[in-house]
């Protein structure tokens, strides 16, 4: 397995990497400082599962859980605070590890986890795995509702998801983020793509570069490469 450790406090973390680091079936381990971070390891390292921590600034564990992709990957939450275990469950938790906890009671966390990895079937993929994302300004977390995100353009290490409420930066790659959304986003340049529920109509020239007009009045940039794809997607 592949395992992410979220956890806001240093030493927690290390904790766990060092208890971890010592059983068998773990092939990698990364870690992620919150939540904010959690979903951008997540969607670049693909943890099969993930030990994560509620209570940290900004993005709590319930709202990580609640805005991976599905299939999600497999979740221990590990928290110092016992009146979330209802919530971790509703959540579909594997496990609930209350802090401070010693070596059997991960070793009885990672047999449950073991036992769900092992009867865990590949899911398909749906049209649109993501349903939220979360993003970071100025101190404060911003909700961003995959349905709402008009089209997407890279800016340097980040991707501008572009909605009718703003257009606010998610640091990650192109794309990792159109893996975490599935199909209903589809490629219109190098740079960029469109969701195909807000497409109204496709102008091009005629090398077959152009734009994509959008329901609201935006548009996004199209070339060549990627015009038959996404003609092809918009007539299916």
Do not use: C
């Not at 319930?62 to 805005?67: D, W």
């Not at 290490?157 to 640091?171: E, F, I, K």
């Not at 570069?209 to 009045?217: I, K, P, S």
């Amino acid at each position: 397995m592949r395992i992410l450790i979220v956890d806001d406090e240093r030493p927690a973390r290390d904790k766990l990497r060092r208890l971890l680091a010592q059983q068998p079936g773990i092939t990698e381990l990364e870690e992620a400082r919150d939540g904010v971070e959690a979903l951008e390891r997540a969607a670049a390292f693909r943890p099969d599962a993930i030990f994560l921590d509620i209570q940290m600034p900004e993005v709590s564990g319930l709202e990580v859980a609640a805005s991976l992709p599905d299939p999600a990957p497999l979740i221990v939450f590990a928290t110092a605070y016992d009146e979330y275990a209802i919530k971790a469950f509703d959540a579909n938790a594997v496990d609930y590890l209350l802090k401070p906890y010693d070596e059997a009671r991960l070793q009885r966390a990672l047999q449950r986890l073991h036992a769900r990895f092992a009867d865990r079937k590949p899911a398909p993929q749906t049209g649109l795995p993501v349903r939220q994302l979360l993003v970071s300004e100025r101190g404060a977390t911003r909700i961003v509702r995959a349905e709402d995100i008009q089209w997407l353009e890279t800016a340097d290490n980040y991707v501008v998801l572009h909605t009718p409420q703003g257009s606010p930066l998610l640091r990650q790659t192109l794309a990792a983020l159109l893996d975490s959304l599935g199909p209903a986003f589809i490629r219109t340049h190098r740079r960029a793509a469109v969701q195909r529920s807000w497409v109204e109509r496709v102008e091009a020239d005629s090398k077959g570069d152009g734009q994509v007009l959008l329901r609201g009045g935006a548009s996004a940039p199209l070339s060549r490469q990627y015009r038959p794809a996404l003609m092809a997607a918009l007539s299916g």
